[in-house]
Structure formats: C-alpha cells, structure tokens
C-alpha cells in the first residue's frame, strides 16, 4: 500500500494548531532552562490507529528545526498494541513539552 499523500496545507494546518494549543506561549515550559536538551517517547497506552506522522514531525519541525524525530516502524499503523514506543524525540525541553499536545491530537 502507497504511504498516503501528505496535505499540501501541512504547515499552515500545523502552525494553527500551535498557535491554538501554545500560544504566545507554554507558561509551565517557562520553568524549563531555555538551553536544556529534552526527549519524550510517545507510547501507545490502548490499542490505537496511528496516522499522523507528517504532522508529528511538523509540529516538533516548526518549534526547533533541530529536532531529530525518530519512529519505531511505519505509520500508518491499525491496531496498534498497548505499551509500544511508536516514537522518540529529542530537541531544546522547552518545544518537547510545548509541542506535546499538537502532536498527540495529530498521532491518532
């Protein structure tokens, strides 16, 4: 199966969703050095059709185009199993804890 076509409208779509979701700015992320280097890894915690990698990638591309966005398989993924680190990523702590949300709203 061909990997579905990505939206020509990705980075407008992903921009509105981080100026809906962060803002000006994340006021918990302000507790965080700006200079810390972070790393979260997205695990699935039911079972779960994940589909949104473009706009994963894009979210953590947008806050730090340093982010390096490592995925644990292909995506799209049906019934994906509980407890499987689908994805890991490591960029400035401040934008993993800001891009957070935009990026588990675009996952499933």
Same mark, same amino acid.
């Given at each position: 199966?061909?990997?579905? $076509?990505?939206?020509?409208?990705?980075?407008?779509? @992903?921009? %509105?969703?981080?100026?809906?979701?962060?803002?000006?700015?994340?006021?918990?992320?302000?507790?965080?050095?700006?200079?810390? $280097?972070?790393?979260?890894? @997205?695990?699935? %915690?039911? %079972?779960?059709?994940?589909? *949104?990698?473009?706009?994963?990638?894009? @979210?953590?591309?947008?806050?730090?185009? *340093?982010? +390096?966005?490592?995925?644990?398989?292909?995506?799209?993924?049906?019934?994906?199993?509980?407890? +499987?680190?689908?994805?890991?990523?490591?960029?400035?702590? @401040?934008?993993?804890?800001?891009?957070?949300?935009?990026?588990?709203?675009?996952? +499933?």
């Amino acid at each position: 199966m061909p990997p579905p $076509r990505t939206p020509d409208d990705l980075a407008e779509s @992903v921009r %509105r969703a981080l100026v809906e979701d962060v803002g000006s700015g994340d006021l918990t992320a302000t507790l965080i050095p700006a200079t810390r $280097r972070g790393t979260a890894t @997205v695990i699935t %915690r039911e %079972r779960a059709i994940l589909c *949104g990698r473009p706009y994963v990638d894009e @979210v953590f591309r947008q806050l730090d185009p *340093g982010v +390096v966005v490592s995925w644990n398989g292909p995506v799209p993924v049906r019934g994906a199993t509980p407890d +499987v680190v689908i994805t890991f990523v490591a960029a400035s702590a @401040v934008k993993v804890w800001s891009g957070n949300t935009s990026a588990s709203n675009a996952a +499933v």
